[in-house]
């Protein structure tokens, strides 16, 4: 542990480094590149949440009140877009940035430069995407999984736009990915075997294989979307001889892959925080990294769960079924190991605690509609109902952003040498707890009840529920602003985190190789 803490000392010393924003620009050093990452997260999380906002606007009564129908659509395509490739994921890179060099013993990444270039060019592949909203004829408006023909006959030029952003952003990933990998595989601390690394690094690991073997595959995808628009060819034009059906079977061989890439990182983050709080060693390590191990291989026979509809064969229908019921399992023991990882623990509920529990509840929830919806004939029903758009916000929001939020918590007064402020962050917490499930869980009804997604409009049964959805929905973006304010202040300034604090991390012998921030050890934990 004590390594760990002096690897820390001896970080990159910029001497000569100028100040202001030329810092930030040139600078190598990953923990700068991890601000990088976070803050931009935090405002494309913002941007993402304003669009939710005039979605939800729009649909807190029936009929067309505020948008009209295609500049709604533009939103939910920019909404999915933003908040996937621009609010989660970089939010990961940023702790993979901060985190992982600290927890293997490595003075910095293995590839400093591409790190740098590796942000860089993240702000402009959003820039491109935003400005091809005020396009004549506006943005993209063919969903954030953009099938054919909508994305190809059917759109007009600004796919051009959205294709090149989507383009940058995958090269961002891919060189993100590589220098995770090289640092974990070449820098880790003498003595640092694979089954001591601490579970983040784990799950960041198999996450920066996973985005290497499909971030191309969407790179193929959007390229023969940009050729069949602007080229001549027929990929996904049948008059050419080309299949629309294809287009999803790329893009979801991409596609569910990612949403495991949204949810690795989380389960590390969780893995971290809830040992620490329960004041134990974390209940089966090595089944953990198995389970995570056996999540990654088996998201690649998954995908077609996606496409029940499309008239696939039978057998194609109950292996895709199967595989999708399997790959359940490892999730489900980690579930299980987080929980009896709590099991007479000494527990204390400090804000990243709070958060990580909720994760489990809400993240298992959205894992048991995601059951509900690998069963074929079911899928017939919900498929594109408000009940898929219900099940992976569960798992998106109530996960991925929620541990994203308890790892900033958990380690904000590590990287400002500030305490955030306790009661402001409860407020966030319980704000946000109570609005999410009143935003997402009556769409589990109006969903079971018919009600079609990413349409502007919507029969008149539907209309009480939606009024309390778009309540809640309202009331969870306001919660955000107050996360944004505890940050700031923390950022800022506030109580300091006195050097003594870290005394109670030497003698934990256990796989949590961060030290925790100070409120962890406020008791003496009793680790044997």
């Known amino acids: 542990m004590s390594t760990l803490v002096e690897s820390q000392e001896q970080n990159h010393e910029h001497h000569h480094m100028p100040k202001g924003f030329k810092r930030w620009l040139y600078t190598t050093n990953h923990k700068d590149i991890g601000s990088l990452y976070l803050i931009f997260s935090l405002t494309m999380f913002i941007v993402g949440g304003a669009m939710a906002m005039v979605i939800r606007a729009e649909l807190f009564q029936p009929g067309l009140q505020l948008v009209d129908p295609h500049f709604f659509n533009q939103m939910t395509t920019v909404h999915g877009l933003i908040m996937v490739f621009g609010a989660v994921m970089p939010a990961f890179t940023g702790l993979a940035n901060w985190m992982i060099p600290m927890m293997i013993g490595a003075p910095d990444m293995a590839l400093p430069r591409m790190n740098n270039w590796s942000f860089w060019i993240l702000p402009f592949a959003f820039s491109i995407l935003l400005m091809s909203l005020f396009m004549e004829g506006g943005g993209p408006a063919f969903g954030w999984t953009f099938y054919a023909p909508l ?31 090289v640092t974990i595989v070449n820098l880790r601390a003498p003595g640092m075997t694979w089954m001591k690394l601490p579970l983040f690094v784990w799950t960041w690991l198999i996450t920066a294989f996973l985005l290497i073997a499909v971030m191309p595959v969407l790179a193929g995808a959007v390229t023969m979307v940009l050729t069949d628009k602007y080229f001549g060819t027929s990929f996904f034009d049948a008059a050419g001889g080309g299949d629309p059906v294809m287009f999803q ?27 620490t709080f329960s004041r134990k060693k974390l209940f089966g390590y090595a089944s953990m990294v198995y389970a995570t191990s056996s999540i990654a291989l088996l998201s690649f026979v998954v995908w077609a769960h996606h496409m029940f509809t499309t008239g696939m064969p039978l057998a194609g229908e109950l292996f895709f079924m199967y595989a999708t019921m399997l790959i359940s399992v490892p999730t489900g023991v980690k579930v299980f190991n987080w929980v009896a990882t709590m099991w007479r623990g000494s527990i204390t509920f400090e804000i990243p605690m709070l958060f990580s529990i909720a994760f489990i509840v809400l993240f298992t929830l959205g894992g048991f509609s995601g059951l509900m919806l690998a069963i074929t004939p079911a899928d017939f029903q919900y498929h594109d109902t408000y009940f898929v758009v219900a099940h992976f916000h569960y798992v998106l929001v109530t996960g991925a952003v929620f541990s994203i939020m308890a790892g900033a918590y958990y380690w904000l007064p590590k990287w400002t040498g500030h305490m955030y402020n306790i009661a402001l962050a409860k407020w966030h917490f319980w704000l946000s707890l109570v609005s999410v499930n009143v935003l997402f869980f009556p769409m589990h009804f109006v969903g079971l009840a018919g009600m079609p997604r990413r349409i502007p409009d919507y029969a008149l049964q539907f209309a009480d529920f939606n009024a309390i959805i778009s309540i809640g929905g309202f009331a969870f973006g306001l919660s955000q602003l107050l996360f944004v304010l505890v940050v700031y202040k923390c950022a800022r300034g506030g109580e300091s985190v006195p050097s003594k604090v870290w005394d109670g991390a030497e003698g934990l012998e256990w796989e949590v190789a961060s030290p925790a921030p100070y409120h962890t050890f406020s008791t003496p934990p009793e680790v044997k």
Do not use: K, Q, R
């Open 151 to 181: 994305s190809t006959t059917y759109s007009n030029d600004n796919t051009a736009l959205f294709v090149f952003a989507v383009h940058i952003m995958g090269i961002s990933s891919i060189m993100g990915a590589i220098n995770v990998i």
């Open 249 to 275: 079977h790329i893009f979801w061989f991409f596609g569910h892959p990612e949403v495991y890439i949204m949810i690795l990182p989380a389960f590390g983050i969780i893995s971290t925080i809830v040992p």
